[in-house]
């Protein structure tokens, strides 16, 4: 079985700065995909950016971009030019490289942008 | 740009009753996954199913608890006599079913059992 562990509960970051959010998983799967989803206070699950375990190149959306260390199983989300509206719950899950596989989450960490 | 709907999004049930959640998939995707969120955790796979099939039910209880995903029609959750430990979110993800689909989620469903 699988297991992904988010080892900060909770992280503050001011405006404008950095933010990494770290992320651990635990496989035997050579390949897999790696997704990082945000959680707001209206609680919808929102999709940031996800990652194919079988790509060296670390995927990027905007201001959001992962390093993923396949040896060391890490895949670390970075958020740049941090927004108020950043500030959210977020999860990291797995998904085996199969058709129509489940999900496996995180505990997240809960992320305030400071003004 | 119709995403997944899920209805109703909040419930309120006593104890003992049954509670229905419904769940639309984005359009033109058959593959539907339910997930629950107690408080303060993250989300925890409990069924996956197709039309007409259930492919995987691994993270469901094995008692009063049922989904389905008719022919026609969203797909239903069900939970029979429920306890107070059942209120939860409740969310709906649909994905096209290829390996590596994404999954995209719907607003969930907060129930609350009194």
């Known amino acids: 079985a699988q297991t992904v562990t988010q080892s900060q509960p909770e992280m503050s970051v001011q405006e404008a700065e950095t933010v990494t959010l770290s992320c651990t ?7 897999y995909y790696l997704f990082w989803y945000k959680q707001p206070p209206s609680r919808q699950m929102i999709l940031v950016i ?3 375990a079988y790509k060296q190149q670390n ?4 201001r959001f971009s992962v390093n993923f260390q396949k040896a060391a199983k890490s895949f670390s989300l970075k958020i740049s030019d941090s927004q108020l509206g950043d500030t959210a719950m977020y999860f ?13 989450f995180g505990g997240g960490t809960r992320l305030m942008v400071k003004p | 740009n119709a995403g997944v709907m899920q209805n109703p999004r ?15 998939p984005m359009k033109g995707h058959s593959h539907v996954y339910w997930y629950r969120q107690l408080p303060e955790e993250g989300l925890k796979f409990m069924v996956y199913l197709q039309k007409e099939n259930i492919i995987d039910e691994s993270g ?3 008692e009063r608890f049922s989904a ?5 029609g969203p797909s239903i959750l069900r939970i029979q006599q429920v306890v ?31």
Do not use: I, W
């Open chain 1, 59 to 62: 995927a990027t959306e905007n």
């Open chain 2, 84 to 114: 107070r430990g059942d209120s939860a979110a409740y969310f709906c993800a649909s994905s096209l079913g290829l390996a590596g689909s994404t999954q995209y989620f719907g607003p969930g469903t907060r129930l609350t059992v009194l």
């Open chain 1, 25 to 31: 998983y635990d496989t035997s799967e050579n390949n």
């Open chain 2, 68 to 72: 389905e995903f008719p022919k026609e």
């Open chain 1, 92 to 104: 990291c899950a797995f998904m085996k490289n199969n058709a129509g596989n489940m999900l496996t």
């Open chain 2, 60 to 62: 469901m209880p094995k």
């Open chain 2, 10 to 24: 909040h419930l309120v049930r006593r104890r003992g009753q049954e509670a229905r959640l419904r769940c639309s």
């Open chain 1, 50 to 52: 996800r990652q194919e």
